[in-house]
């Protein structure tokens, strides 16, 4: 993480490839692996647990990664499921990256009929599922492939 501050710094851009949305609850496990493959892949990736610096604004930091990144991922676990339906910070940057249309649903633990049955418009969207992969890590291949080609 720290060659990455420090490779944002000289550059002087905030600009990320992907914008992690996430549950909070996922946010020690299963968002924090994805974020480590994806950025063991050179993939740039704002996540909260590492770009929201403590003592500052939480939201206000939120709204700049979703400005300064090129595209979301949105990690559907249960937790996020249930996070959507109680309308947390989760369902805050939902909105935003739909109304972006730049937007990848990846089913992790769940499945998209779950998923639609919460958010039909996340569903709608050309995705991903872990059950169709070995791996996270080859979800996390797929994605690097497909971000850095653009």
């Known amino acids: 993480m720290r060659d990455e501050v420090v490779r944002l710094a000289k550059t002087g851009s905030d600009r990320r490839d992907l914008f992690l949305c996430h549950a909070w609850d996922d946010r020690a496990g299963d968002a924090l692996e994805f974020y480590n493959l994806l950025t063991g892949l050179d993939v740039t990736v704002w996540f909260s647990e590492k770009d929201a610096p403590l003592g500052t604004p939480f939201m206000r930091q939120i ?8 595209a979301g991922i949105v990690l559907v676990t249960p937790a996020l499921l249930r996070s959507l339906e109680a309308e947390g910070i989760a369902d805050k940057e939902l909105s935003v990256l739909l109304s972006s249309g730049r937007v990848i649903p990846i089913a992790h633990r769940t499945t998209f009929k779950e998923l639609l049955d919460v958010s039909p418009m996340l569903a709608s ?4 599922t872990t059950a169709d992969y070995a791996s996270l890590e080859e979800v996390a291949l797929k994605i690097a492939d497909t971000v850095l080609l653009d």
């Not at 969207?125 to 991903?128: A, K, Q, T, V, Y």
């Open 63 to 70: 709204d700049r990664g979703l400005k300064n990144s090129r």
């Open 125 to 128: 969207h050309n995705g991903l």
